[in-house]
């Protein structure tokens, strides 16, 4: 190459270098800003663990650098450094495990425009075979919606370089990166080898992480499914002595008493349900502190510790709970959950014990006891019976108890289709849990009339809640006014 090429090429790259530094700091906050919109988003948030979220603008003595590449001798890669290096803004999302890498891909094409997808990993796996460097590698704008925002519009098309990858991709590329830096020769052949070596050892260690943090997720999701349970069942006992009073009444101020219980037990199932296990543990306490020879309050409250992370206090609670009450199987089930991280070995599905649980349970719910329909068809549940089938039969038990809260909780795990008897079922439902909150039902009734109007082929005497209207009527209590409306209009006559 001539001197006069290289003079050239220099002046070329030291114009554009000067240029850039007068624009870095823009890039600077263009970067923050797409930090800043991915953060806020996943500020916690229980769908997606991110470690950390990195943003820079590209140092100027690295744009002047990559200024300087030849496309061929004495003619400079790029004719435009400012508007044709991508990376000049940049954010790197770290995330703990592999999987969240698919959530936050489809955060950033849903938020962003993107102009470019890279799967690093994915393209030298196919080019070569074998590990490395592993990242997913975005190139977005901000969207028109955003920009119509002061804060962005001076970002109008702009490209930010935005790199997803786990901790351990992250590890290994910053390291490999510093040696490569360090490095004024390319890599002796045994040190590359060597590299590519610890990068499939850290795949699989990702992986292996990945289905540790399932296996907490499975144990945790069941212990609280189970606490869940065991609240609703006490809850409904409470009730039931009550007369029906409400669950979510503020508990009376003093030491909780017997009076005190429904409220205390309503509180702290909505806490679970809710994921605010420190305050669940405060409500199990202050019913302790009432009925403190009560093993299972122990146990519940163990299950609360655990879930907030008190391994040692819910251990502590299981001993207490064994003192109390030593013949108790959930007490060992509980501890070795705890101790061992063990599973409880799932129940193979009984075809005949399901049937026989929700026969059994169906009855209860026509005669009116809500609180043996709730275990009966808990049980029938765990035999295997149909899960949307299961959930509805369960919310109409705890309806029938007067427990709103439960039922509107257990339907929401719903996902009914369109145009079915079982979505007119749960519009009837929803409005019989309305009229029993006291609430105004005419948006529920003309949402039932709607559907059934779409339906001209629903038949009322093939519906769950058939039973339901029974075991209202057998307990004497239809119910407020409105309630005989509902099951007026399911059993509408049809028009010939």
């Known amino acids: ?31 923050e800003k797409i930090r800043g919109i991915i953060s806020d988003s996943f500020q916690d ?21 990559k200024s300087r590449k030849e ?42 425009r993107p102009e470019e997808k890279r799967d690093v990993g994915e393209e030298r796996f196919a080019q070569s075979g074998s590990f490395g460097y592993a990242s997913v590698h975005y190139l977005v704008k901000l969207k028109d919606d955003r920009l119509k925002f002061p804060d962005f519009a001076t970002y109008r098309d702009m490209v930010c370089e935005i790199q997803v990858r786990t901790i351990l991709q992250h590890a290994w590329a910053e390291m490999e990166h510093d040696i490569q830096y360090k490095s004024t020769q390319s890599l002796p052949v045994e040190i590359r080898r060597k590299f590519m070596a610890l990068a499939g050892m850290l795949e699989i260690a990702d992986r292996e992480f990945q289905s540790i943090q399932h296996e907490d997720e499975r ?17 409904i006992s409470t009730l039931a002595a009550d007369g029906g009073a409400s669950q979510t009444e503020p508990a009376a ?12 037990i309503g509180r702290a199932r909505d806490l679970v349900i809710a994921g605010n ?68 070995s799932p129940v193979a599905a009984n075809t005949e014990n399901a049937a026989n649980s929700t026969r059994l349970a169906t009855d209860a719910l026509a005669r009116g006891d809500g609180k043996a329909a709730f275990d009966l068809f808990t049980e029938a549940q765990k035999a295997g019976y149909n899960f949307a089938f299961s959930i509805f039969n369960i919310a109409m038990s705890l309806a029938l108890a007067r427990d709103t809260v439960g039922a509107r909780q257990v339907l929401a795990e719903q996902k009914p289709v369109p145009g079915t008897p079982m979505q007119i079922n749960l519009t009837a439902l929803n409005a019989i849990l309305d009229l029993i909150d006291g609430k105004d039902a005419g948006e529920s009734l003309e949402r039932l009339k709607a559907k059934m109007d779409a339906m001209p082929d629903f038949t009322f005497d093939l519906s769950p809640l058939r039973h339901l209207e029974k075991g209202l009527h057998a307990r004497k209590e239809a119910g407020p006014p409105g309630i005989d409306q509902i099951f007026s209009i399911l059993r509408r006559p049809k028009s010939g």
């Open 45 to 65: 948030s229980p769908i997606c663990r991110i470690h950390n979220i990195e943003h820079r603008a590209k140092d100027v003595e690295s744009f002047r650098k």
């Open 71 to 112: 496309k061929s001798e004495g003619i400079p890669k790029y004719s435009n450094p400012i508007g044709e290096i991508t990376d000049l803004a940049g954010v790197r999302v770290i995330l703990f495990f592999p999987d969240d890498i698919a959530k936050i891909c489809q955060f950033i094409e849903e938020n962003f």
């Open 219 to 235: 144990l945790r999701l069941s212990i609280k499914k189970s606490l869940e349970e065991q609240l609703t069942r006490e809850g």
């Open 277 to 344: 296990f420190e305050r669940a543990v405060q409500a199990y306490s202050q019913r302790i502190e009432a009925e403190p020879e009560a093993h299972t309050l122990y146990l519940g409250r163990a299950k609360a510790r655990f879930l907030a992370g008190d391994h040692a206090g819910a251990l502590e609670d299981i001993e207490t709970a064994k003192t109390l009450n030593p013949n108790d199987a959930a007490i060992a089930l509980l501890r070795n959950q705890i101790e061992s991280g063990n599973m409880p």
């Open 253 to 264: 101020s003093g030491p909780a008493g017997s009076a005190d219980a429904g409220p205390i």
């Open 1 to 31: 190459m001539s001197a006069q090429h290289e003079i050239d090429i220099e002046k070329h790259a030291e114009g554009a270098a000067k240029q850039f530094a007068q624009l870095r700091g823009k890039y600077e906050s263009f970067a």
